[in-house]
């Protein structure tokens, strides 16, 4: 078949197809998404459970007995110190933290919690600024000035400021409208929280390209034909940011890992018994200097993703749009 005779979106696979760099990038974003959907399986495999302290737990080492927690050996000989990465697979790979934790396994249940925040808070923001920016763009007149209004507020303040104050006012209480009750150990409540603080940085550009699309000769023409504005609307102008809005899913994705991991490591985001991988960053803040690992396996884990997330969505972008690294490069 010649490129003639393929649709866009078989072009914008291929494109994408051909960027190496995207395309690796997605493979290891899989791996880390599937590393962490098998954390139950790695939990159950290794014999231990990464929500209950387990101080008095002793493993096999090369055919040694060793005490998960090991009396200090620094200063007075106070305390204890949890037990190094042995680097066998369900055997304490990457050690224990300060309770006695396996490291690996608390590891894959963190990033499995910030992954599904993360993807659920790009979904509430996607969807909520892709509504106020079209119903802002097309209707204009009182509908876009109450929307632009309420959106240039959130706009105007900083995102982890805002994101801290919510947090800080729900976490206590949780969240409590009419019926809808969530209770402040609820992931749903980081969830909403990122999901609202980002929404300005979706429903602006959707509202300007609205705009310039409100203008075009075909939207025009089915006004003239009497074509009521919510079929306009979904038929005609929505498909026509459809691209817009798959560029975001994996740029936003990264903003929010970032973001649900400093509310965590704050501890105003996930709630223990859970982890994310910003609670584990802050559980191994005591250990950075005995213990490294506790805290930067979960710091490496941050990175990767959100690079390569990033990696892609550029990737994405130049796929569905070629004609960006043009303006870009002439810029």
């Not at 994101?163 to 976490?171: C, D, E, G, M, R």
Request: aromatic share 8%; charged share 10%; proline share 6%.
């Amino acid at each position: 078949m010649q490129h003639g005779t393929r649709g866009p979106w078989a072009l914008a696979f291929v494109r994408l197809r051909r960027n190496g760099a995207a395309m690796v990038s997605l493979t290891v974003f899989l791996i880390i998404v599937l590393s962490c959907l098998s954390a139950p399986l790695y939990a159950h495999w290794a014999g231990v459970d990464p929500f209950t302290s387990t101080l008095d737990a002793v493993i096999t080492v090369d055919g040694v007995e060793v005490p998960v927690m090991e009396a200090s050996t620094e200063g007075l000989g106070l305390g204890y110190t949890p037990i190094g990465p042995t680097w066998e697979l369900g055997n304490y790979f990457l050690g224990a933290d300060s309770q006695g934790r396996d490291v690996m396994a608390r590891l894959l249940y963190g990033g499995l919690n910030s992954l599904m925040i993360a993807a659920a808070a790009t979904i509430f923001t996607l969807t909520v600024g892709t509504t106020a920016g079209l119903v802002a763009g097309y209707f204009g007149g009182i509908t876009d000035t109450i929307l632009s209004r309420l959106l240039d507020i959130l706009w105007a303040f900083p995102i982890y400021l805002l994101a801290i104050s919510l947090s800080i006012v729900t976490i206590t209480s949780g969240i409590s409208i009419g019926p809808i009750l969530i209770e402040s150990g609820s992931l749903w409540l980081p969830i909403i929280i990122i999901g609202i603080v980002y929404i300005p940085y979706v429903a602006r550009p959707i509202r300007g390209q609205v705009l310039a699309l409100r203008g075009s000769e075909f939207v025009l023409a089915a006004i003239n034909l009497g074509v009521p504005g919510w079929r306009i609307l979904w038929r005609d102008i929505q498909p026509n940011i459809t691209t817009t809005l798959i560029v975001f899913v994996p740029l936003m994705m990264a903003l929010n890992m970032l973001t649900e991991s400093a509310l965590s490591f704050l501890s105003i985001g996930v709630q223990p018994p859970a982890a994310s991988w910003g609670t584990i960053i802050q559980d191994g803040q005591a250990l950075l200097y005995t213990r490294p690992l506790v805290a930067l396996a979960p710091g490496l884990a941050i990175a990767v993703s959100v690079m390569v997330l990033n990696v892609f969505g550029d990737g994405l972008r130049d796929a569905l749009d070629p004609r960006s690294k043009v303006r870009l490069g002439r810029t």
